[in-house]
């Protein structure tokens, strides 16, 4: 046995672990040694062992790939078509960009050193962190930037998932990809490039199936009718469909699925929006007419009594 597989934790798999520190260039290694103390101290200050299942659970979840793949769908929800389009296109460059660069620059998660702890540590490349990469874009899209971005980052590196440089890069990849979203709009080239990102990162599928319905398809105008409870229902028909043909490991099958229930939602939204918002609008208006004649009258009565 020699130096470098003495280092492996006894919790980790050696045969995953060894393709990543074997191809490791010297530069990451030199690097390592310099960011390793951070994290480290940082695992002593919060008491990770006994608060791992918190930030790797609870935090971890801001920039989950479930999160990514609603997006484009909760932001048409709000009514923000155009922005729900753009998050759509950056998320398929995301998955495109975050797999070409681990594929590229093979680093060494820091969970994998001894004296790390870290058990549910991947077994990829550390550079980029693709969560702070997905949090850069959920925050360009949202009015807390900077607390999400420290929120993510800081997790990224409690659990020992990643090093400082893996995140500030990561969260320059992800503005990046926001940036050159704009630079693209045909519906041809987006689907290339989802599927190509997809052939190079099986994982990524289930995001490409969120995003791809409204990435590829123009909207004219906004469509907000039933959107969220449509939303659940779609979540609950893909976790069905988990259930019933036990493919949680099965990324393509997890994107077909994922696919099929956005459209579905898609469409009903499009019906919804064509055959009630006449309706619901003029409910709505009725109400709001209903509740200010109602509160002129209160008003005018507390006057009265006075």
């Not at 850069?136 to 440089?165: G, Q």
């Not at 995003?211 to 893909?238: G, H, K, M, Q, T």
Request: proline fraction near 4%; aromatic fraction near 12%.
């Amino acid at each position: 046995m020699n130096k470098k597989e003495a280092e492996l934790p006894a919790n980790r798999n050696p045969d995953l672990q060894k393709n990543v520190i074997y191809h490791e260039s010297r530069f990451w290694q030199i690097l390592n040694e310099i960011e390793l103390p951070l994290i480290i101290i940082l695992q002593k200050l919060f008491f990770i062992q006994k608060t791992y299942d918190f930030f790797n659970k609870k935090f971890s979840a801001i920039a989950s790939s479930k999160l990514m793949s609603y997006m484009p769908l909760i932001l048409l929800g709000l009514g923000k078509t155009l922005e729900a389009r753009h998050f759509a296109k950056s998320a398929v460059l995301y998955a495109l960009l975050s797999s070409l660069g681990k594929n590229t620059f093979i680093r060494r998660r820091p969970g994998s050193f001894a004296g790390v702890y870290s058990p549910d540590c991947a077994t990829t490349s550390s550079f980029p962190s693709r969560h702070v990469m997905a949090a850069s874009i959920i925050a360009s899209f949202t009015p807390i930037k900077t607390i999400l971005m420290i929120a993510v980052i800081f997790d990224r590196l409690v659990i020992a998932n990643h090093y400082l440089t893996d995140c500030l890069f990561g969260m320059g990849f992800g503005f990046a990809c926001v940036y050159m979203a704009n630079l693209y709009d045909e519906s041809s080239l987006i689907i290339c490039l989802a599927a190509f990102s997809v052939f190079i990162w099986k994982g990524g599928a289930k995001i490409i199936g969120g995003c791809i319905p409204i990435a590829a398809f123009r909207l004219e105008r906004n469509l907000s009718v039933l959107v969220f409870p449509l939303i659940f229902l779609s979540s609950i028909f893909r976790d069905i469909a988990h259930k019933m043909n036990h493919v949680k490991k099965e990324p393509f099958h997890d994107a077909c699925y994922m696919l099929f229930a956005q459209s579905a939602v898609l469409y009903l939204m499009i019906i919804s929006d064509s055959f009630l918002r006449k309706y619901i609008t003029s409910d709505i208006h009725d109400l709001g007419s209903i509740l200010a004649i109602a509160r002129s009258c209160f008003a005018s009565s507390a006057e009265s009594n006075l």
